[in-house]
């Protein structure tokens, strides 16, 4: 069972990657935009996981990775933030390519809102459990960093990526926590359990999900901005 986390980072990322190359997602010719928006993201959430894994918040199980730590977290963990969103923005751009429908987007003004007012309740119920508490206050700020960056324009495929993701986030995560390769102190969580993955995993799946798509889109507009500025001709 050596390695199991290790072996989870490759699986979540080899068909994402394998399949980079479709010819209608032809999802390399993004990775000059998606590159630079899943540094930025890696360094926000690995400087949160190195700050929570030193005051206990969780921490790891050695008798399942390979030895290589950053800081005080194992290798393993620092790829997660590299192969999950990479996985992840591989699904959106799937889905932006493949399911023309807007399934979600009429409800995506209604889904914003009850999500922003009800982390901030769990967030103020919950506070000084960290886990619980930071995770429920951050995804309001990006939802609405969000809403004021795209509109509602794109808030519907960003749900519909995140209900998707969900399939493989709960087997990824489901091994993770059953093991466990990752422990939680239930001092700094509400304690709920979707089997054996705090509740609050979800919200940080979509916090993740959302702080890399922002930059990930921005920088694609940037992009085109950059592209459709006419040159001026030198005499």
């Not at 209608?24 to 926000?44: G, K, Q």
């Not at 009850?114 to 506070?127: P, T």
């Not at 916090?207 to 592209?227: N, T, W």
Request: hydrophobic share 55%.
């Amino acid at each position: 069972m050596t390695y199991v986390y290790l072996y989870l980072n490759i699986f979540t990322i080899f068909f994402p990657l394998a399949l980079s190359f479709d010819r209608r997602v032809h999802f390399y010719t993004n990775w000059r935009h998606l590159f630079p928006a899943m540094a930025i993201s890696a360094f926000c959430f690995i400087s949160w996981d190195i700050a929570f894994t030193d005051h206990g918040v969780w921490g790891f199980n050695p008798d399942y990775l390979v030895g290589i730590y950053f800081f005080n977290l194992p290798l393993e963990e620092v790829l997660f933030f590299i192969t999950v969103p990479y996985a992840c923005v591989f699904i959106y751009e799937c889905l932006n390519e493949y399911v023309r429908k807007e399934w979600l987007q009429p409800y995506s003004p209604y889904i914003t809102w009850i999500l922003v007012v009800l982390n901030l309740i769990v967030a103020v119920v919950f506070w000084g459990r960290w886990y619980t508490m930071l995770t429920c206050l951050l995804v309001p700020i990006l939802l609405l960093i969000y809403y004021w960056r795209f509109r509602y324009k794109k808030m519907g495929r960003f749900y519909l990526a995140y209900v998707v993701h969900l399939v493989p986030f709960l087997l990824v995560n489901g091994v993770l926590t059953a093991l466990p390769v990752v422990w939680y102190n239930n001092a700094h969580n509400v304690g709920l359990r979707i089997s054996t993955i705090p509740v609050e995993d979800t919200m940080y799946s979509m916090l993740m999900l959302l702080l890399v798509i922002i930059l990930y889109e921005g920088f694609k507009q940037k992009a085109e901005r950059l592209a459709n500025i006419p040159v001026l001709e030198t005499v």
